[in-house]
């Protein structure tokens, strides 16, 4: 009976359930070349993505492709180190600005779990341009690859993960002068032994403070938020039954979310198709009590029009404010209220209503494709 106790016990994090703290308003079909990562400067005035395993991109806010560089990894540093991975990416407002690749050597089906080199680094990148900078190595005592990377909020640490421990080192030694292949590898600052979640970490954003964490456990997707003074973690959200490939994580204000999740669809039948799919969560403000109905027409377009809604307890709701992807209204005295969302990539998405702390969501509409659903 002891035994089974502490069987139960440890199994308990993966038979955690969502405790409602977010909630996914839609998600954006975004090129599969966005595979691995995505970030952004404050204000989200551009965003990055890193994929299939070496590009680097920029889009517009509307998630409209601006720039492109793949491979981003140089000739050199990948013939110097054999890194051919970029991982979750991160920004940086150091030096006017830097996108931060975490790198790693990795080829599926080779030894060492694909791992070839043993080694990880972070790359240094033009935001205006892409062009790769430099990079600095991190001693391979205490990091074998380097599969992500998190910027502190205040622009302190770097942090990343190494086995069950998140790892930290000092931004300012990320500097030209510090540059691999001459410069020396950097060490942690701070180590938090054991924090690493159950789901493992495939991409990371801080959120109030709280360092969040996205993962997977089988089929079993989820993002845990630690506390970087303590190491002690929480659930913060879980989808069940996905099919597809955690990736990276990042916290911005765009397209209806302020928490931003990329699956792959590395499935035969992915939960949310056709491609990467850039999942959306805003906060679960307030609480359930809103009703909504919805009607989309010219849903195939990138101008469809979804004409909304709102009652309580069978009254019509005005002032209700009505968000759907990047589009956002009052509803009127009648309870009613149009939106007319521009996407420069298709997706699916619900809308969200909010008023006096009452909330309430849709279904999601597939707007934006021009064939349809299978």
């Known amino acids: 009976m002891a035994l089974l106790a502490a069987m139960l016990v440890a ?28 970030s952004s400067p404050p204000g989200a005035r551009s965003v990055f993505f890193s994929g299939l395993s070496q590009g680097l991109y920029r889009t517009a806010p509307s998630l409209a492709e601006r720039a492109a560089l793949d491979p981003a990894i140089p000739p050199a540093v990948a013939a110097a180190e054999g890194h051919n991975h970029v991982g979750d990416i991160s920004w940086q407002r150091a030096g006017g600005g830097r996108v931060l690749l975490p790198l790693e050597c990795f080829t599926p089906g080779a030894p060492n779990g694909g791992n070839t080199c043993g ?20 001693d391979p005592a205490e990091i074998a690859k380097a599969m ?125 198709p056709p491609s990467v799919a850039l999942l959306h969560f805003t906060r679960a403000r307030g609480r359930p009590g809103l009703r909504l109905s919805a009607r989309a027409t010219a849903a195939q377009t990138k101008r469809p029009r979804i004409s909304i809604r709102v009652t309580r307890r069978g009254r019509p709701v ?18 009613r209220v149009t939106l007319m969302p521009r996407l420069a990539v298709p997706g699916n998405y619900a809308a969200v209503a909010r008023r006096g702390g009452l909330r309430g969501i849709t279904k999601r509409f597939r707007l934006g494709f021009d064939d349809p659903p299978r």
């Open 318 to 335: 005005a002032g209700a404010v009505v968000t759907l992807a990047d589009a956002g209204r009052r509803t009127d005295r009648g309870g």
């Open 11 to 38: 199994a308990a994090p993966a038979a955690a359930r969502d405790p409602g703290r977010w909630i996914l308003t839609g998600y954006s079909s975004v090129s599969n070349s966005y595979w691995q990562g995505v």
């Open 119 to 138: 080694t990880g680094s972070i790359g240094v990148a033009d935001p205006a341009t892409l062009a790769f900078r430099y990079y600095v190595k991190l």
């Open 148 to 272: 992500w990377v998190e910027s502190s909020p205040d622009g302190r640490l770097l942090w990343t993960s190494s086995g069950s421990d998140l790892l930290a080192y000092r931004a300012a030694d990320v500097t030209a002068a510090r540059a691999a292949p001459a410069g020396a590898p950097l060490r942690s600052v701070r180590r938090l032994a054991g924090a690493v979640p159950p789901s493992g970490v495939t991409g990371a954003a801080f959120v109030r403070g709280r360092l969040l964490l996205a993962g997977a456990r089988g089929t079993t997707y989820q993002v845990w938020s630690v506390d970087p003074r303590r190491g002690t973690r929480r659930l913060e959200l879980e989808l069940p039954r996905v099919q597809g490939e955690a990736e990276g994580l990042h916290a911005m204000r765009l397209m209806n979310g302020e928490l931003h999740w990329l699956i792959a669809p590395l499935a035969v039948e992915p939960t949310f």
